[in-house]
């Protein structure tokens, strides 16, 4: 192990990691509320909306992301829609996070039971304040496990942006390999930064796992 190169290139593998959590926070916080919106359609069932999202959720899920990538990177500038790498990784991330975010949230929707709705309607609340107060904490709750895992899986997906000419860490260690040959440190610097990113996302999921079964079933 070269421990001059990895010290020498270590702040490469900074910049890279920057970038790499911005664009993948990003994308996963407008997964989120593109998952919220679908779930909340799916839920209420709302007409011709329902199927549309049905369609996206198809799409997005059995589709990879990077064909997704190609797609809006290469394919939409024919066309004359062009965005930038960074933009084009966001709107991909958010694409595919999408899809899986609104699963994760209809499962938790649905495990409500529906006397909890009547309940809260005979207390006299609209439908917007009985998914608020009543109806989303609860699903929030039940979905926790299936939410964390879906934020892991998106900030995973991040690897290959590099497919896209983005100066992420999948990038900057395939670089590094073609130029100086340094494939056992350009690997472990890589490894070590996606730890870095991922092991206290899946920390905390835990803890906050754990806190919600204890406040939910008092163990």
Same mark, same amino acid.
């Given at each position: 192990?070269?421990?001059?190169? &990895? +010290? ?13 959590? %911005? !664009? ?12 919220? !919106? ?26 990879? #992301? ?14 004359? &829609? ?16 999408? *899809?899986?975010m ?16 009547? /309940?809260?309607? *005979? ?16 699903? +929030? ?8 895992a879906?934020?892991?899986? $998106?900030?995973?997906?991040? *690897? ?5 000419? #983005?100066? @992420? #860490?999948?990038?900057?260690?395939? @670089?590094?390999i ?19 990113i $991922?092991?206290?996302? /899946? ?9 919600? %079964?204890? =406040?939910?079933?008092? =163990?």
């Amino acid at each position: 192990m070269n421990w001059e190169f &990895i +010290m020498k290139y270590l702040p490469l593998y900074e910049k890279a990691a920057v970038l790499t959590v %911005r !664009i993948g926070l990003i994308g996963v916080v407008i997964a989120i509320v593109v998952g919220l !919106i679908c779930a909340a359609i799916q839920y209420y069932k709302i007409p011709v909306l329902k199927h549309i999202v049905g369609i996206y959720i198809e799409l997005s899920r059995n589709t990879p #992301l990077l064909v997704q990538l190609f797609f809006i990177y290469y394919g939409l500038p024919k066309v004359g &829609i062009r965005t930038q790498a960074d933009v084009c990784g966001v709107i991909g991330l958010a694409f595919l996070g999408g *899809s899986y975010m609104a699963e994760a949230f209809r499962s938790g929707l649905e495990a409500i039971e529906p006397i909890q709705a009547e /309940s809260a309607m *005979s207390l006299g609340m609209n439908r917007y304040q009985m998914m608020r107060y009543v109806i989303l904490p609860q699903a +929030m709750s039940i979905s926790v496990p299936a939410f964390m895992a879906n934020v892991i899986f $998106l900030l995973k997906e991040t *690897s290959v942006f590099s497919a896209i000419s #983005l100066m @992420d #860490l999948m990038f900057t260690a395939k @670089d590094l390999i073609g130029l100086y040959y340094k494939t056992t440190e350009s690997l472990f610097l890589l490894v070590v930064f996606y730890l870095i990113i $991922l092991l206290p996302v /899946s920390i905390l999921g835990s803890i906050l796992e754990r806190r919600l %079964r204890y =406040a939910g079933f008092g =163990a």
